[in-house]
Every structure is written in C-alpha cells, then in structure tokens.
C-alpha cells in the first residue's frame, strides 16, 4: 500500500475502501478503549487534582510524595461521587504510580461506599493505542502479506494461552518441560504453514526447524545439566510460583530461540528452493556454498537481536542493585545470569540450525538425477 | 557455566563462519559491554535517556560497521535506524510517562524488599532507556538486510529505476518481516508463562491493567511497530542513495576514459 501513497500512483476504488477500513476500524478501537469504563467490576475514578506533599520516611532514607489525589467515580454503583484517596510513592518511581491530573486509576472500594485503597492507572487504553499501530502499520507496509502474519501471531497466542490455561489447572502433575517440547512443535508446525502455505520447501522448514531445535536444545541442556552447578534460578522472575521451577528454566531456554531457528530454517531453504528452480541441475556443492554464504548475512544480525531483547530487560533490576552498592559483577550474575545464559543458547541454537536446515533442504527439495533427466 | 556455552558458540561459528564468525562473536561481546557500560555511566549520574541514545548509536555502529564494513549500505541503514529510534522514542516517551510504566510491581517486592528505593535516578528514564537499547538489535537486523538485498538487486539489474528498486525492497522487507515478528515474540514469551502462573485466577481487567504484564506487552509491541517501520525507510532512503551512487559511479568511469 505504502507505495501507492509515496508514488502518488492512482488509487484504484477497492485500495481507497480499505483504508477508509482501516482508518475507521483504528477510530472505534481508540475511542472505545477510551470509555469502556462500563465494561469493569473494579470501580475507576477519574483525577481532578492532585497535591504533592513530600513527606520523608523515618526506616529509610528515601524522600517520599504524599499525593492527595481528588476525583470522580466513573462507573458501578457509586458513579459520579467524588472522593479522596491517598498515595504515597517514592520519588524515584521504583514502586508504585505517580498519579497526574487526567489519570484513570483502578481502585478497591468496600461495599459500603468506602474507598480502601489504589490498586493502579488504568493502563488498557496505551495496549490498544499500540496494538492499533501495530496493526496498522503492518498493513500499511505489507498488505496481504501483513493479515497473514498477523493471523498467524493471532494463533501462535491462541495456543499459547491454552496451553498455559491447561498448565494452570494442573500444575502440580504436569510434566512443564514436556508439555512446551510438545507445544513448540505445534508452533513450528502452525506459524511456518499459515505464512509460506503448503509447498515442498515449506516441509523442509518444518523438518529443519524440528530437528535443530532438538539438536540444539539437547546440546544446552546436557552442557546445563553437567555443569550446572549452582544456578541462580531464584532470581528469575515468577520463580516461586512455578511447581516445577527446574523444567521452568529449560522452557525459558527452549522458547528463547525457537523463533530464530525458524527464521533460519524458513530463510535457507526458501533460498535454496529458489536456487534450484532456477537451474534443477545445480550440484550439491554449489549449493552448500550458497547456503553458507546467505547464512553467514544473517547469523551475525540474528544474534544481536537475541542479546539486546532477552538481555537488556534485566538493566532495572541491575541499577537499582548496584545503586545500592551491591557491586556489579554480583549484581549481573545474581539477576541476569539466566538470561544470559538463554541468550548463548539461542544463539547457539542460531548456527546449528544452519548445517541442518542445509542438509535437509537439499535432500528434500534437490530432484533426483532420473526426475532431472525427465 | 557462561563459559562453557561461551566457547561452544565460538567453535561453532568459527566452524560455519570463519572470519565472518568471529566478527559475530566480537559484536556479540560487544553488545554486553555496551549494556554494562550503560549501567556503570547511569550509575555515575548520567541523564539515561540521553545515555541509551548514545548506546544505541554506539551498537549500531559496531554492528554495522563491524560485521558489515563502512560502505553506502551500512551509511543507509544507519540513518534510517537513527530516524525510526527518534519515532520510537517520542512514542515511548509519551506511553510510559502517562501509563506509570516504570518500576516494579507486586511479584518483585520480594526482591527489591531490601534495597533503599532512593536512588537519584528516575525509573521512568530508566524503563524509556531499556525499551530504546531492547529494540536496537531487531532494527539494526531488518534494515541491513533490506538495504545489502537492495544493493544486490541493483547490481544484477542496472536500468532499474528507483521506484522499482523500493518496490523490491519492500518486498524483501515483507518476507523477513512475519520472521522477525516471530523471533521476537517467542523470545520472551516464557515470561508470559511464569506471570500466569504467579497470577493464577486473576480477571481479565486485572491482568489488562497490570504493570508488570503491560511492560512485557509494550516491549513486544514497539519491538514490532519498530522492525515494521524501519522497511519503508530503509527502502525508501536505499532507493535514494544507491540510484545515486549508481549514476555517480558511471559519470566517474565516462571520465576515466
């Protein structure tokens, strides 16, 4: 579509409806977000003004605000009554909001009317802003294209929360580490079908992106489980509320990289298919060579992007331990270290999936002598 | 243990990549440094959101220029990863400063129980800066493909005008574009998994509105609107710059002779 737009080609009829679509469909979602104060249970409040009193704690040293925040109570029983509540936030934002005027904010009430306490902004409406962009953008820029990939996220979180549905319900029994092993092939399966559709070099996606993902993930988890020693397990987030906190950290590390070798095993044999429709006689080894030399492009790229997103998350919890003069080298061990350690791992995963998505494009998609010769 | 996969990985790119490989694992070094410098220099006092800006020109350049060498397409990539980093901050900027994005939510208060929450630096800059440097690599990674793609295309196709170099671009962007969307969203997904199972019960409202559920969501969702955005550009500027090149190449050989 983009094109349409910087080229100043004529726009046909169809291309102006559906951006008409679009721009009205990203209307109704902004605005309805907006005042979808009718659809919640928790009561919101709307903030007509706020006080900031400092006020310094005597256990700490920190200087705190105490807000005195005023509003008026936009849905539920009470709808329209004005009330006060009180917030106390340090300064620095580490815990807690820093209410401003215009805020929408969550609160608990008792059923008398009461109000007990700040339970947080509502934040729903900066998710859809996003999610509209998103979506926008990606039609803008990929047209048929975008509604595909999107459709196949769409499923690919489907599948992800009923699978973690089905993990919440019987968390103490099942097996986590089997359940995502059996998952991830379903992701495999799903995403590369729904966005190259049915084709030779499809299923040599498939084979590939299978088999290197239990190459290499039973690479790190024998290299993990004999030099494991002392993990610090504890500091990942969410660690107390998993059963089976050991298999937890193999899914971490599991999920990390399963959609780079995707992303590896879709590139090479779609290169490779291409390759060989051109010249069907092309030898074996020109086409390794080839191979190598596309992968190389993306290998370099592909694990830099595993680094600065599984890894760059941990720089808040690292700042504010080494502000309190926890040093840094404990500091990145104790928080980061099971990131760091997915992220070597995926990339590991990265460059073996190259010789093995090689070896199995070439043996799926390359014709044999007689099929050539025919 | 760090070690151990640490070596494992640089056998193994040496073996598939040669020089290449070892040019990766230098950059991938480097990336970790650039992380740890950012956390040192805001210790010392440092405005973060002016420092993540810096970093992430820093980890462009030692991508690009490293891996790539300094030539017309790393010289495109750079300027339109620069222009859709200025996009990304504006929007950010404003998301989490109304939306209280920053800081931490109920699960970590176990963790940060014991630290002093007084700590000079203001976790909004903080949470704009790890949001700035988390998307840098994906960027870095869609434009160079999209412009070293283009620049290929040109020089097997010489008459092509600018209008169809873009179109080719683009279209080159496309494919890696539904790739990217699912590395990035496998990559953290196992923080999703680990938040409902702390959360088992909770409403929907509820998770809607929770901080630490938004933070991850957020970093999903620019990481896309950024690696989306960054095709047009990068396409559009390489039509631009590599047409140009093109012609000035030739003007140049017509003198020689």
Known sequence: ?374 | MITLLSITLLVLLLIIGRSRGFKTYITLYLGIFLIILYLLLMKSGLNPIILSIIICMLATLSTLFIINGVNIKTKTSFVSIMIVLLFIFTLIFIIVKRGNIQGFSMESLEAIGGYSYDIGTNMIDVMIGMYLICIIGTIIDTSISISSAMNEVLENNQHLNSKELFKSGMNVGRDIMSTTINTLYFAIIANFIGFFLWHRGATFEYVLNYKAFDQEVIQLLISFIGSIMIIPITAYISSITLKRKKIFNFKEKKQDR
């Open chain 1, 1 to 374: 579509m983009i094109e349409l737009i910087l080229y100043g080609d004529k726009m046909s009829k169809k291309f102006k409806i559906e951006i008409m679509i679009l721009i009205l469909f990203s209307l109704v979602s902004i605005i309805f977000v907006y005042n979808d104060h009718f659809l919640y249970k928790t009561p919101i409040m709307k903030v007509t003004e706020v006080k900031n009193g400092t006020k310094n704690s005597e256990m700490f040293k920190e200087t705190y605000y105490n807000q005195e925040i005023k509003g008026i109570i936009k849905n539920g029983k009470y709808k329209g009554k004005e009330i006060k509540i009180n917030n106390l936030v340090s300064k620095t934002g580490v815990y807690g909001d820093i209410v401003e005027k215009g805020n929408e904010l969550l609160i608990e009430m008792s059923k008398t009317g009461e109000v007990n306490e700040l339970i947080g902004v509502k934040r729903d409406k900066y998710l859809v802003i996003l999610l509209v962009l998103f979506i926008d953008s990606i039609i803008l820029v990929a047209g048929k294209k975008g509604v595909q990939t999107l459709i196949s996220f769409f499923i690919n979180i489907i599948v992800s929360a009923i699978a973690i549905f089905i993990f919440q319900k019987k968390f103490t029994t099942l097996n986590l580490l089997l359940l995502y092993i059996g998952v991830s092939v379903l992701f495999i399966v799903l995403s590369l079908f729904i966005t190259n559709g049915k084709s030779k070099k499809t299923l040599s996606a498939i084979i590939s992106s299978i088999a290197s993902l239990f190459i290499s993930f039973g690479l790190a988890f024998l290299i993990v489980k004999i030099y494991g020693g002392e993990l610090s397990i504890w500091s990942m987030e969410y660690i107390e509320a998993v059963y089976d906190y050991e298999n937890f950290f193999y899914v971490t590390i599991l999920l990390c990289g399963l959609g780079a070798i995707m992303d590896i095993s879709i590139t090479i044999s779609s290169s490779l298919n291409e390759l060989i429709e051109k010249d069907p006689k092309i030898k074996k080894s020109a086409l390794i060579k080839s191979g190598r030399e596309i992968s190389k492009d993306i290998v370099g790229t592909m694990t830099n992007v595993m680094l600065y997103t599984c890894y760059t998350p941990i720089v808040p919890m690292v700042f504010l331990a080494i502000k309190n003069n926890m040093k840094l080298f404990d500091a990145l061990t104790f928080y980061g270290e099971v990131d760091l350690i997915a992220v070597f791992t995926s990339s590991i995963s990265i460059v073996l999936a190259i010789p093995i998505s090689l070896f199995i494009a070439i043996h799926i998609l390359k014709p044999s002598k007689k099929e050539v010769q025919e």
